[in-house]
């Protein structure tokens, strides 16, 4: 932003962002007074003749497309000192600001939003091209709904049937992380494919505010991308159609032949469906107030913390005496008078006999009197022999009380059933070492072939994550 800086007829106004090789500028042409955008190479890869053949190239590619979502480009300029080529200056941010900044701005317009994207895509592939980086950062939508897409510096021809049949693996990955598709990351050969699968999780990003796969590493989000089935998009937003699920999880696909074949299939399914279940301002309002709720309630709880935090020092310091409640006393449990016992009979006494006519109790058996307590472990009553058959050891069975048969051993002498010879685990014999079962081990499920690490891309293969 500085009235100093003029290239050619161009005065460079406003620094409108900045990547790895370029910056994008708004500047004026001093000899109409029209505004533009520039995209002007950084000093560092000024230097270097790959990046210059790009920017080159990128302006070639994109000067081929004459669609009203796709950005218009004018000219291209390299001297000695620098190398840039402008476009239409387009006013609106691009997809990756406004998500961070306001999602319901795009669920209101994003039926509109697709269509465009899809229509610029469809023309792209009509012509034989791919665009090979869809993301949100390369879409731009402005106050008025208008959509343009940007940034052709990766894109490339599609192979023909014949290139695909005949070709091998590609030497270089070329993509974002984030959104690329899971046969580039194999080395296959890009298709139009490729690039509705990055339309997906631009979708996905633009319904729910995050991309359906995060990894801890670079090459971990490159295998969920292989390998992980994505969540559906109501899984993040209630407010997403069963309807819109599915058109989402077919753009994201793991194999290119089960996503759409071309762009006029995804418009058709796309105006035929609902996107939202109901409408995205009424649903925000909604969860707008279920917030403002939620936090009244965390604030009153802080309050009343802070109240009582504050009574409790008062009391510490003795600025106020703490009130405390009277225990309330639990009421008894009225008890039920026990009954009255029936005296025991005297000693002597004769039970009653019942009246004429009744009948007769039969006599109770008189037990026989328990030895009296001190009596000796295994010493017979005085003036009784010990019993045949048992040692002198066992307790001795008073004389009245039924006898075991000889031979057999008391029951408080009979080991328990339950520690039977069958019932005791035997030793393991020496030398031998008891065997643990280990469990198989989990395998997970994968979709598609095996991942062979060594096909990864290395870091500097693929721009970062952003």
Not at 67 to 73: A, E
Not at 377 to 382: C, I, K, T
């Amino acid at each position: 932003m500085s009235e100093d800086i003029i290239l050619d007829q161009f005065q460079l106004a406003n620094c409108i962002a900045t990547g790895s090789f370029s910056q994008i500028w708004e500047v004026i042409d001093q000899e109409t007074n029209e505004r533009y955008a520039m995209k002007l190479l950084l000093e560092e890869a000024f230097r270097e003749a790959e990046h210059k053949a790009t920017l080159k190239r990128e302006f070639k590619i994109a000067s081929t497309f004459d669609h009203p979502n796709i950005i218009q480009v004018h000219s291209h300029r390299q001297t000695k000192k620098f190398a840039y080529y402008t476009m239409e200056f387009f006013g609106g941010p691009n997809l990756k600001q406004i998500i961070r900044g306001d999602l319901l701005v795009i669920h209101t317009r994003l039926r509109k939003l697709i269509e465009c994207v899809v229509m610029a895509l469809g023309s792209i592939h009509d012509k034989g091209w791919l665009h090979r980086d869809i993301k949100p950062d390369n879409i731009m939508l402005s106050k008025a709904s208008d959509v343009r897409l940007i940034d052709f510096s990766l894109s490339s021809k599609a192979p023909s049937k014949v290139a695909k049949m005949f070709s091998g693996k590609s030497k270089l990955i070329q993509g974002t992380r984030t959104y690329i598709a899971p046969e580039l990351i194999r080395k296959k050969l890009p298709s139009a494919q490729s690039d509705f699968y990055s339309l997906g999780i631009t979708i996905f990003e633009c319904l729910t505010g995050r991309p359906p796969f995060l990894g801890t590493s670079p090459n971990d989000l490159l295998i969920k991308h292989i390998q992980e089935i994505p969540p559906p998009p109501s899984a993040f937003n209630t407010n997403v159609t069963p309807e819109m699920d599915k058109l989402v999880l077919s753009l994201m696909a793991k194999k290119p032949e089960k996503r759409p074949q071309n762009a006029g299939e995804i418009l058709a399914t796309l105006r035929s469906m609902k996107i939202f279940v109901e409408d995205p301002q009424v649903y925000h309002d909604a969860m707008k107030a279920k917030e403002k709720e939620a936090a009244a309630v965390v604030e009153e709880a802080s309050i009343d913390s802070r109240a009582d935090a504050l009574r409790s020092e008062r009391i510490n310091s003795g600025l106020e005496v703490e009130q405390r409640k009277p225990k309330s006393t639990p009421a008894r449990p009225q008890q039920t008078p026990a009954p009255a016992a029936e005296p025991a009979p005297a000693q002597g006494h004769q039970p009653q006999q019942p009246p004429h006519g009744y009948p007769q109790q039969p006599a109770m058996p008189q037990q026989p009197a328990m030895p009296p307590q001190g009596w000796p472990y295994g010493q017979p009553v005085a003036g009784q022999q010990p019993m045949v058959g048992y040692p002198t050891q066992q307790p001795v069975v008073p004389p009245g009380y039924p006898q075991p048969p000889a031979g057999q051993i008391p029951a408080q002498q009979q080991p328990s059933a339950s520690l039977g010879a069958s019932n005791v685990p035997a030793p393991p014999e020496k030398g031998k070492q008891e065997k643990k079962t280990v469990p198989p081990p989990v395998v997970s499920k994968q979709i598609g072939e095996e991942i062979n690490l060594d096909d990864l891309p290395l870091m500097d293969e693929l721009p970062d994550i952003s």
